[in-house]
């Protein structure tokens, strides 16, 4: 196994790396995927990088949160210690808890970012017909449970 330590080497420089490494990733995936989100059609695409990689290291907190939840608590201290149901309840909770902190951060907080980003940089007033603020929670809210989960079950390996 020496031959490949950045793989299977359990020192803490390789798994730093590792680790460093996989949120890296993530986070320029999760950057180049979300730039072409609706709300940024109108923009060239050069453009919409900066902005889409700003939200997307926004959202790496939560990713982060979720991830290292399932990976360092719930399963050594309740998986593999046979505590199936505790587990299940855990990850439920922790999805659902993902989910809000997403809805939250992409409700209030995003929303206000970006009609200032649309106004100050672009020169844009934001659509008068722009959904209610319920939806948009609600909407980011499933958003959350989606990106929580696969973040979750990619990076849980990584232990």
């Known amino acids: 196994m020496e031959q490949y330590p950045f793989i299977f080497s359990n020192k803490l420089k390789h798994r730093l790396l590792r680790h460093f490494t996989f949120w890296f990733c993530w986070w320029l995936f999760s950057t180049f995927l979300y730039s072409y989100i609706v709300a940024y059609q109108f923009l060239p695409s050069l453009e919409r990088i900066p902005i889409s990689a700003t939200e997307s290291f926004i959202f790496l907190i939560n990713h982060l949160f979720i991830s290292y939840t399932l990976m360092y608590m719930v399963v050594p201290h309740l998986l593999i210690k046979g505590r199936y149901f505790a587990s299940f309840y855990s ?61 979750g079950g990619i990076a849980a390996p990584l232990n």
């Open 91 to 151: 990850v439920i909770l922790l999805v659902i808890a993902t989910g809000l902190i997403n809805g939250i951060i992409s409700t209030y907080y995003l929303e206000y970012w970006r009609n200032c980003i649309l106004n100050t940089v672009f020169g844009l007033a934001a659509s008068p017909n722009a959904r209610p603020q319920s939806l948009n929670f609600y909407l980011s809210l499933l958003a959350g449970l989606r990106g929580g989960l696969t973040v």
